[in-house]
């Protein structure tokens, strides 16, 4: 069965530290993979996703970037933070989109909850 | 205009009872639908998925689908205090990456 990993599961930085998050998948090979951003109480914001190895897509101009260095690996970072980086970040995947079925479903990861000081 | 609007609530409802959780949409285009409950602190973990018309039955969930409507719904029978959770109703265009959430709406039962 497929899981999905994301570390650390929460974190507290000063503004303008940097920033790494860690999105892993198991027991699954080639997975789209995504980074969402939750705001307290707030809906889910999609920031990047990715299809394969170094494709990455943004969805949202701001301070954060992605890399997917292996195929099952996903990577949230940025230089400097800033307070409204503050959120929950989820980290999600599914298997190649294709017609309507079971393959467009999206699995969370159990997130990391950041607090930018 | 949002793409997935939901009612944020809270919906409160007593245990035992049908909880009634509805969604629209914008796109017509939009082919996969889901339901996901989010416990507060938590990720949300997917309930039901709906790509057809009609209703789909899973347990005492009932994903309901009105295309022409635009429009999703989620019930849940016999309602129980475990249930209180935010729900997120989730859209998706067959093929495309994007899957477009919600803000949810938040469920209470009252024991």
């Known amino acids: 069965s497929q899981t999905i990993h994301q570390w650390p599961a929460t974190l507290v930085q000063p503004v303008g530290s940097p920033l790494s998050l860690e999105c892993t998948v198991e027991?699954?090979?080639?997975?789209?993979l995504y980074w969402y951003r939750q705001a307290a109480g707030r809906g889910l914001q999609l920031l990047f996703y990715?299809?394969?190895?170094?494709?990455i897509s943004s969805e949202v101009p701001q301070n954060l970037s992605a890399s997917r260095p292996q195929d099952r690996q996903f990577i949230l970072s940025s230089k400097k933070l800033l307070l409204s980086d503050s959120g929950f970040y989820l980290c999600?995947?599914?298997?190649?989109?294709?017609?309507?079925?079971?393959?467009?479903?999206?699995?969370f990861g159990p997130g990391t909850r950041l607090t930018v000081l | 205009q949002k793409e997935v609007e939901q009612n944020s609530g809270p919906l409160s409802v007593p245990e035992g009872a049908i909880a009634s959780l509805n969604c629209t949409y914008s796109?017509?285009?939009?082919?996969?639908f889901f339901w996901y409950r989010q416990y507060s602190g938590k990720s949300p973990e997917l309930i039901m998925s709906?790509?057809?018309?009609g209703d789909k039955e899973d347990g005492r969930f009932t994903a309901q689908l009105n295309k022409a409507s635009q429009y999703v719904s989620l019930l849940i029978r016999d309602s129980q205090p475990s249930d209180s959770a935010t729900y997120l109703c989730?859209?998706?265009?067959?093929?495309?990456?994007?899957?477009?959430f919600g803000a949810g709406t938040r469920l209470f039962v009252k024991a």
């Open positions: 999600a995947w599914s298997v190649l989109a294709g017609r309507a079925s079971s393959t467009d479903t999206q699995y």
């Open positions: 027991g699954t090979s080639n997975p789209n």
């Open positions: 990715s299809v394969g190895i170094g494709q």
């Open positions: 796109d017509r285009g939009s082919q996969s």
């Open positions: 709906i790509y057809s018309n």
């Open positions: 989730a859209v998706n265009n067959a093929g495309g990456f994007k899957t477009i």
